[in-house]
């Protein structure tokens, strides 16, 4: 029903399910994972009304299992990616994980997800650095494609002494450039 991707890890798609509505996956070495996109396979849907929330669990110094709230998946929003990596320090949160006692090893995280009621899943508030950014793709790709352009630009940058005539050839103050 469930699968979970790493980026460079191969796609876990089988779950460990440790209750009717519960699933586990495993995620070692935890400490250099950022991001995780957790999604339905589309074999099976959700039944009508309901939907999972997604939780990410980590041992913390103690060997105690920490769990916050990532946000959820519904068969109208059938993958999610979540940012993992802040969220090691933080404080857990209520889950519905507590009285299962699932093993915790040092370096394995896991990720649960629970099958609720989707007017549940409304109220409950994910941990905010779990999101990844809101900034447009868009917007963040044109940014970083500019400050590319003028970098590449300015390495080709001359002093006006060291300029030799050329009719065919235009040239730009850097500083039209850094102005736009």
Known sequence: MFGCLVAGRLVQAAPQQVAEDKFVFDLPDYENINHVVVFMLGTIPFPDGMGGSVYFCYPDQNGMAVWQLL???TNEKPSAIFKISGLKSGKGSQHPFGAMNLPQTPTVAQIGISVELLENLAQQTPV????????DSFTEFTQKMLDNFYNFAS???????QMTPNPSEAF????VVLKW
């Not at 905010?128 to 900034?135: I, P």
């Not at 730009?172 to 500083?175: K, V």
């Open 172 to 175: 730009i103050p850097a500083n």
């Open 71 to 73: 946000g959820f998946v």
């Open 155 to 161: 390495s080709f940058a001359v002093t006006q002494a």
């Open 128 to 135: 905010a650095s779990a999101a990844v950014s809101s900034v």
